[in-house]
């Protein structure tokens, strides 16, 4: 089924620090006029920037996304209810039960966060791109100072120490998902919201007060690349089968399925919502997408999180 693109979502945001933030690069410079920890740098633009590294983005995403998982599921896996939402540890599971299975059996055996994010066994469908600064919006960079406290005698044991932090900015990226279900982009959503909310940060000295940022939601673009649209423009129809919906309808992976080939990966088959966008076509008059502009994509992800929480309902 993974060798196939039924349907895709980008999430365009802007990351606006909310306080000071660091990234640090992973080695010291040899200038001893630089701050001991530096902030990750590129190229980009035609010069030398600050950014904010996808992989660390998508580390913090992954990381607070199992946090979801686990509050309202489960930490193990439970080899008699295959459906139970679980979150397992991807850094101490052994991935014992996924050897010599299927491709649809590694699949559904696969904990909620890792079917979207990935494990060594199945490859990630979330992809996040590097954030870049918006030249529109001048970066603020200082240097702090810090030491740290011998917990035994409460004297000075490492420092005095500075570092580069970023106080004032905007970075923008994309967040894209494939092949996902409703479940899915609404969990996303609620890892954005609470990333808004300060529920936790990016980068170092999270416990410190760094990293906080206000999350802006510029644009989401859902498309269903093997999809047209009806004559009458009204109806969105499948190229590979008769099926057909609603030129309104935001489609989950297992609505494009047969019955057979999605409970082989256990995706529901009925996951769908209606919404206010409506269906045009894609770049070249192939495909289809909906599309939620500045303001709107609030609307994608409460329509979205309808479904996490139906999934809820009848996964515990």
């Given at each position: 089924m993974h060798k196939r693109f039924v349907n895709h979502c980008t999430i365009d945001i802007t990351l606006i620090p909310d306080g000071p933030i660091l990234i640090k690069s992973g080695k010291e410079g040899a200038d001893p006029t630089k701050p001991d920890m530096e902030f990750v740098e590129t190229y980009h633009a035609g010069g030398r920037s600050i950014y904010l590294p996808g992989s660390s983005l998508k580390g913090a995403i992954r990381a607070h996304a199992e946090r979801i998982v686990r509050t309202v599921g489960r930490d193990k896996r439970d080899?008699?209810?295959l459906d139970t939402l679980w979150a397992n540890d991807p850094l101490n599971d052994k991935y014992d039960y996924l050897q010599n299975k299927s491709a649809?059996?590694?699949?559904k055996l696969s904990c909620?966060?890792?079917?979207?994010?990935?494990?060594?066994?199945i490859a990630s469908r979330v992809r996040i791109e590097d954030a870049y600064?918006?030249?529109s919006q001048p970066l603020k960079i200082e240097e702090r100072n810090g030491v740290a406290i011998d917990r035994v005698f409460g004297s000075v044991a490492v420092g005095p120490f500075n570092y580069q932090v970023c106080t004032a900015g905007e970075f923008r990226t994309k967040i894209h998902?494939?092949?996902f279900t409703l479940a899915q982009l609404g969990l996303i959503g609620l890892v954005l919201r609470d990333l808004d909310?300060?529920?936790?940060?990016?980068?170092f000295a999270k416990s410190r007060g760094l990293g906080t940022v206000e999350v802006k939601l510029n644009q989401a673009v859902v498309q269903y690349p093997g999809c047209i649209l009806s004559e009458d423009k009204q109806q969105i129809c499948a190229i590979s089968s008769e099926k057909k919906w609603s030129k309104t309808f935001l489609l989950g992976a297992g609505e494009f399925l047969e019955p057979q080939e999605a409970q082989l990966y256990n995706f529901p088959t009925q996951d769908h919502q209606d919404t206010p966008a409506a269906a045009q076509e894609m770049d070249l008059g192939f495909g289809v997408q909906l599309t939620w502009r500045s303001g709107t994509v609030h609307d994608l992800f409460e329509r979205s999180v309808k479904s996490w929480s139906r999934l809820l309902m009848g996964a515990k």
């Open positions: 080899a008699n209810h649809s059996d590694i699949y909620f966060t890792d079917q979207m994010f990935g494990n060594t066994s600064p918006n030249k998902l494939k092949n909310d300060s529920w936790f940060g990016l980068g």
